[in-house]
């Protein structure tokens, strides 16, 4: 359902990137793995590499799930804002195009969760 305002917004948002210390919000999601039901929200430098990302804060945060070490890097795939996305594990979040707030979800073909509980 569309909803129209009758009137301008007028709120300050108070959350904004000036808020984290130089630091980006970055919500991120793994599809069909129901361990994590709704996404994760990390607060992250811009300047980290997406590989370090995915192999430090997002192994940390993903990690005890049984099938995290099976993922096939090879054939995941990440949505960005729906959207397919193709990150290069060498350039930082903010050369990745990675703005404050964005949301990720790593889709992992070959896996279904936990005794495929997500087919």
Not at 13 to 41: Q, S
């Amino acid at each position: 359902m569309t909803i129209a305002s009758i009137r301008p917004y007028g709120g300050t948002p108070k959350d904004t990137e000036d808020k984290f210390h130089g630091n980006r919000i970055l919500y991120v999601g793994w599809d069909r793995h129901l361990m994590f039901y709704a996404p994760i929200c990390f607060c992250i430098p811009p300047s980290m590499a997406f590989a370090d990302f995915v192999a430090g804060p997002l192994a940390q945060a993903f990690g005890d799930h049984p099938q995290w070490a099976q993922i096939d890097w090879t054939k995941a795939n990440w949505l960005r804002s729906n959207q397919p996305f193709s990150p290069d594990g060498a350039k930082s979040l903010h050369d990745n195009g990675l703005g404050h707030k964005e949301v990720l979800r790593l889709q992992t073909p070959d896996l279904q969760g936990i005794g495929g509980c997500a087919i």
